[in-house]
């Protein structure tokens, strides 16, 4: 079975201080991993994804995300909130083998505090 | 820049009536995916497809068919729209099927 756990539902931090978005996954093979952002009113788009090269995974507007593949984790930081960072982020699992399979976790939605 | 556009950002439909949502993307890709996107639940797959005239059922497509005649164009149908189809609609298109998705900005649909 997979499965996708982002295992807070709302993350609440001050502008400037660091930003830790869990995500926890379960996969019998090695799968894809990707961290999408949805801001309010728009569209989702992609902010980082790992594919299974460097563990260590750089995306847009300074966030970036370690596989860990002992913890089965790929969670989400950046060092210094700001306030346009406010919005629901989704970690994403693909897995393609005998069969395709895509799962979203259920979103974390992450508050900015002035 | 890439695009995917969709139909209509909002509809309002009586339950019992056919909803035809259409999805564009202008990239070339290859495959073309619809989400539906419920608080608490992040998106769900209810269909996807590879290849023109080609599907592949999602996690949820109980209640939805899909049609794709050309490579640019992915049509959601409801048959029969219920109340419990009430939803924010995403549909997407990626290169290869493992890779990253680009969404467009999504159809609120509300069954009365």
């Known amino acids: 079975a997979q499965s996708v756990t982002q295992l807070d539902s709302h993350v609440s931090v001050s502008e400037g201080t660091p930003v830790l978005l869990r995500c926890n996954y379960s996969?019998?093979?090695?799968?894809?991993l990707f961290w999408y952002v949805q801001h309010p009113n728009k569209g989702l788009q992609l902010l980082l994804k790992y594919t299974s090269a460097a563990t260590l995974v750089k995306g847009i507007n300074g966030f970036e995300a370690e596989f860990k593949k002992s913890e089965t984790s790929f969670h989400l930081t950046k060092p210094s909130a700001h306030m346009s960072d406010a919005a629901e982020y989704f970690c994403v699992v693909i897995r393609m083998d005998s069969s395709y399979k895509l799962i979203f976790g259920s979103g974390t939605r992450l508050l900015v505090r002035p | 820049d890439v695009k995917v556009t969709q139909s209509s950002r909002y509809l309002v439909k009586r339950t019992g009536e056919k909803v035809f949502l259409e999805c564009v993307q202008d990239m070339d890709h290859e495959n073309m995916f619809w989400y539906r996107q419920d608080p608490g639940l992040g998106l769900r797959l209810i269909y996807f497809?590879?290849?023109?005239?080609?599907?592949e059922k999602g996690d949820i497509p109980e209640g939805y068919s899909v049609s794709r005649e050309k490579k640019e164009r992915f049509s959601l149908i409801l048959e029969s729209a219920s109340t419990n189809q009430t939803s924010m609609y995403l549909c997407?298109?990626?290169?290869?099927?493992?890779?990253?998705?680009?969404f467009g900005p999504g159809t609120r649909l509300t069954v009365l």
């Open positions: 996969s019998s093979y090695s799968p894809s």
């Open positions: 497809s590879y290849d023109v005239k080609m599907k």
């Open positions: 997407a298109s990626s290169r290869q099927i493992t890779d990253t998705q680009y």
